[in-house]
Each structure stands twice: as structure tokens, then as C-alpha cells.
């Protein structure tokens, strides 16, 4: 269905869409585009894609974060009993805190 709007035919399609702008630095500009161009997309063609791609992954829930914990703790106690050089060690505990972030961060937008 089509109608006429001003000196403009505006369709069904495009009365029902929305622009979004968006400040970007020229390089961001210029990464995107690219991005865009590998993946054979328009610029608008490609957010729209990246938008649905983020969209359609489920948030991980505090459940499967509370697991990974569980998981954590369990390296940390085996790193603790066998011997482990300390760049190992290290890593543990990196990837302990990372897990510990997620679920304060998840706990955080739950609450609010």
C-alpha cells in the first residue's frame, strides 16, 4: 500500500521503519564499513544483521554463572593440592574473578 506524503511516495514498509543515527569517529566509521563490506552488506544491512545476531543469544543465567563458579572453586582447591607453576596459578584466579564478575554483574541488573 503506498500513499502520498508531501512531494514524497512513501510505502507501507518504509512508513512503519525508523532511522537511528549514530556518532562515530571516523575510524569506527571506517571498521564498520569494512566489516560491512566483508560480510557483502550494506552498513544498514550489516547492523541489522548484528542486531538480530545479539538479539536471538539467550543472556546467561545465574544458574549456568553459578556453575562456572562451582567450576572455579574446584580448579582453585586442585591448584592448591598439586603443584602448579605460577603462571597457572594465575590464570585460575584470573578466570575465577572474571566468573565472580559475571554473576555480581548479572545479581546487579536482576535487582534493578
Known amino acids: 500500500m ?3 506524503n508531501g512531494s514524497m511516495l512513501v ?3 518504509k512508513k512503519e521503519s525508523h532511522v537511528v543515527a549514530v556518532r562515530l569517529t571516523s575510524p569506527e ?3 564498520l564499513a569494512a566489516h560491512a563490506a566483508v560480510e557483502g552488506k550494506s552498513v544498514s544491512g550489516y547492523i541489522r544483521d548484528v542486531l538480530d545476531d545479539a538479539r ?3 543472556r546467561p543465567t545465574l544458574a549456568a554463572a553459578g556453575a562456572l563458579l562451582g ?3 574446584a580448579l582453585l582447591a586442585a591448584a592448591a593440592k598439586i603443584e602448579l607453576d605460577q603462571s ?3 590464570l585460575i584466579a584470573e578466570q575465577a574473578r572474571i566468573v565472580l564478575g559475571i554473576i555480581q554483574l548479572h545479581e546487579r541488573e536482576y535487582r534493578a
Do not use: F, G, V, Y
Open 71 to 73: 567450576i572455579c572453586d
Open 88 to 90: 597457572t596459578r594465575d
Open 29 to 31: 566509521r571506517a571498521n
Open 11 to 13: 510505502t507501507q514498509s
Open 2 to 4: 503506498s500513499q502520498q
Open 56 to 58: 536471538a543469544r539467550p
